[in-house]
């Protein structure tokens, strides 16, 4: 099992003071009972006429990071785009801070404070890394700011002004997940965001996202690893065929652990 | 006075002129098409109507309210931009989840409405457009002589294509251009309005085509069929360019500009057909054109 070494603490807290250890350790352990601020309940959609979700139902809470495990083309990406709002056509209800967004396009939900980081990443081939980084816009106040973004990542930093694809693929992925950073959203998916990196990257992606948790930042994260995902998350929701078929919180995972080999098949 | 393979100075920079003031109207008309090419994908066909609504624009101006070119430059292009935004709005937009077949038949057939309407009111002879004493003088260079207005139209297409190749590489609005011509989904999703977006560009282009047109008014008639006759050779001198690329529809269009006037000078009989011929080659050697990227 990997581990990633302790969190480097930066010279400047990214939004107020940092958590000390004993806060850190006293904090309640976030749960479905936390406020939630993503509800998915009976999520249906479909690209043109197959129907690929058939009901999946999970909750998010204010600050929590849960995963969406499964084998592949169980439907986790498609989930996130249905959540997004760039899936075509999607049915059920998604509520993002009470609010249901089921019906509102892609555009409207990023204003409400989601951010997207695909699997494919969708670096900007004709944009600088400078260009690809700034090109979301703010949303809500309370982003990073640029230079914090350079401290989870200072890759980005040494090549800014080179185009956007012509970044390694660990850097890429940095980028896909640093430019939403900036925009002010609360709630961050992210698809795979390790998929297919050197382990040391896998380390540093990371401790980012535990990082992203600390500053209060609500992520859904789809991983194939759950050793990785382990480290990380308070949750974990096995999607099956386009729905969810079982939640594991984190510290049972443990217990857990031949039923979920079962269910991903590894 | 010295000669160049028998041709005479004057000849030969006197056609080299005229190519530059054909190239300054294939650069302004084909950098419209590649722009909205490039983010709406499709063809537009009603590119060279437009540019004819431009010249017109700047005729009734002067004719109805006598508003004169100075003004004409900078009214009529917004107007002619503003009639393209209402043609995306009303129908372009509902064509974009079908085949670029559709938008490329929707807007010929626009193209030949408002071409046969004008035709209707004005006739087919040609209207004079007087030119501005600003634009009627010139200046003898010694090898030349140069007329102010031929000197403006380059200097003002060469200003407006520069201007457009700088919004749209070098500032926020052009990358969100560029990143929605790649990937219109994910920047929607950064919460970027796509479909406004599309629409200004649209606009844009087709404004561009109307600045043609009033550039072209002093120069040629001004007839509903300017457009028609025109815009086969800058199709062409997009397809030599590669659809979609800014910088290269500027510089092909002011390259065959001057090709075209070389012909004319060294072989006439060949000038008609000249850039037809290199499109023919170019799409033999690199299919995407010149500046393309292939897809
Ligand atoms: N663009 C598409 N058009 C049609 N069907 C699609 C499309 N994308 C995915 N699918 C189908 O939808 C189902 C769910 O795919 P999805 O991409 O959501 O799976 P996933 O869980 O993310 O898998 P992976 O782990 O491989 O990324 C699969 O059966 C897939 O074949
Ligand atoms: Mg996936």
């Known amino acids: 099992m990997l581990r990633f070494p302790k969190i480097r603490a930066l010279s400047k807290p990214i939004s107020g003071p940092a958590m000390s ?40 809470g204010e600050g929590e990071v849960v995963t969406l495990l499964g084998r592949n083309g169980a439907g986790k990406t498609t989930t996130l785009k249905a959540v997004m709002g760039i899936l075509s056509r999607r049915s059920g209800s998604v509520t993002y801070d009470g609010r249901e ?11 409400m404070g989601i951010a997207y980081c695909p699997e494919e990443r969708a670096i900007f081939s004709s944009l600088s890394v400078e260009e690809n980084l700034m090109l ?61 990196l050197a382990p040391v990257i896998v380390q540093q992606i990371g401790r980012t996202i535990a990082r992203l948790k600390d500053e209060g930042f609500t992520i859904v994260l789809v991983e194939q690893n759950f050793h990785f995902a382990a480290l990380v998350a308070d949750r974990h929701y096995v999607v099956e065929q386009g729905r969810v078929i079982d939640t594991i919180p984190n510290r049972e995972l443990d217990a857990n652990i031949d039923k979920l080999h079962a269910y991903l098949g590894v | 006075m010295f000669e160049l393979l028998g041709i005479p100075p004057q000849v030969l920079f006197g056609q080299l002129l005229l190519g530059l003031i054909n190239g300054s109207f294939y650069a302004v008309l ?55 935004i209402v043609l995306e709005r009303v129908m372009i937009r ?59 139209v380059i200097v003002a297409s060469l200003i407006v294509c520069l201007a457009t ?12 251009l ?50 028609a006759d025109l815009i086969i050779v800058v199709f062409a001198v997009v397809v030599i360019g590669g659809m979609g690329s800014i910088l290269g529809s500027i510089l092909t269009g002011f390259g065959l500009g001057l090709i075209e006037g070389l012909t004319r000078v060294f072989y006439p009989e060949g000038s008609a057909v000249v850039i037809f011929v290199i499109m023919a080659l170019v799409l033999l050697v690199k299919p995407a054109g010149l500046f393309g990227r292939s897809v």
Not at chain 1, 23 to 31: F, N, V, Y
Not at chain 1, 165 to 177: C, D, F, R
Not at chain 2, 103 to 128: C, E, H, K, N, Y
């Open chain 1, 21 to 60: 250890e004993v806060e850190l350790a006293s904090r309640p352990a976030a749960g479905p009972s936390a406020r939630p601020l993503l509800r998915v309940d009976g999520l249906q959609g479909w690209y043109g006429e197959s129907h690929v979700l058939h009901g999946v139902s999970f909750e998010v």
């Open chain 2, 94 to 152: 509902r064509l974009y989840h079908l085949d670029h077949l559709y938008g490329l038949l929707l807007t010929f057939g626009l193209a030949l409405i408002i071409v046969g309407f004008f035709r209707q009111f004005f006739g087919v002879s040609g209207l004079p457009y007087p030119p501005p004493p600003l634009l009627t003088g010139g200046y003898n260079l010694g090898f030349m002589y140069l007329p102010n207005s031929r000197a403006w």
């Open chain 1, 136 to 196: 979301p816009p703010q949303v809500r106040p309370g982003g990073l700011t640029v230079e914090q973004i350079f401290e989870l990542f200072p890759n980005l930093k040494e090549r800014l002004s080179s185009q956007g694809t012509k970044l390694s693929g660990g850097e890429q992925q940095m980028l896909a997940i640093g430019r939403i950073l900036r925009t002010g959203a609360k709630l961050l998916l992210l698809d795979e965001p390790t998929e297919g």
């Open chain 2, 178 to 227: 560029r990143a929605a011509t790649e990937n219109p989904t994910m920047v929607g999703a950064f919460g970027i309005n796509v479909p406004l977006l599309v629409t200004l560009t649209y606009g844009f282009g087709v404004a561009l085509a109307g600045f043609a047109g009033v550039l072209a008014a002093p120069i040629y008639a001004v007839n509903p069929n300017m457009g």
């Open chain 2, 165 to 176: 190749w700088f919004i749209i590489e070098k500032t926020r609005l052009g990358a969100y």
């Open chain 1, 101 to 111: 967004t089921i019906k509102l396009p892609s555009r409207l939900i990023a204003q």
């Open chain 2, 30 to 84: 084909s950098l419209g098409l590649a722009v909205i090419f490039g983010l709406l994908n499709i063809i537009n066909f009603t590119h060279g109507a437009q540019y004819m609504l431009g010249a017109f624009g700047a005729w009734m101006l002067l004719n109805y309210l006598g508003v004169g070119y100075w003004w004409a430059v900078f009214i009529v292009p917004p107007i002619v931009g503003v009639t393209g």
